[in-house]
């Protein structure tokens, strides 16, 4: 196995041996997404540390789902490219994707909006084309 898988599993491992109150509540509200809207649930990655934090929970369920045998995620990917990232966010989510083994539908803000309003226009358009019913966003609660 290689440093990052191991890492990874680490991680997953970690997450799934928590005792802490909020992580228990995120990955029971993650639980009941999976059960309840099932290939209607998406997760909309954009490489943040608190949408990662979200898919680090998200895995960790996968993992636990799949009989600790993998950590790929089986959720449909969603990304909102942003106009000009960093190297350093693009380096990561080419991590990301290379170790949760997924292909995300990419959005680009071609129009140039700001980016509430174009990620409002695109979620809506999304929305109504893939029968979306709910979708796993990491962000702060003041955000």
Known sequence: MDGERFEIL????????????R???ALAVIERALDEFKENLWFSFNSGKDNTAC???TAAV????????SFRMTVKMLNFEE?????????????????????PLIM?????????????????KIV?????KAVIMGSRRTD
Do not use: W
């Open 10 to 21: 680490n991680s997953l491992n970690y997450i799934l041996g928590s005792k802490e109150p």
């Open 23 to 25: 992580v228990l509540s």
């Open 55 to 57: 898919l680090f929970l």
């Open 62 to 69: 996968l993992y636990k789902r799949s009989g600790h045998k």
């Open 83 to 103: 106009e000009d990232p960093f190297e350093e966010c693009e380096e990561y989510m080419e991590f990301v994707r290379r170790n949760f083994q997924f292909e």
């Open 108 to 124: 680009k803000n071609t129009d140039n909006l700001a980016k509430y309003k174009f990620m409002k226009q695109e979620m809506i």
């Open 128 to 132: 109504e084309a893939k029968s979306i």
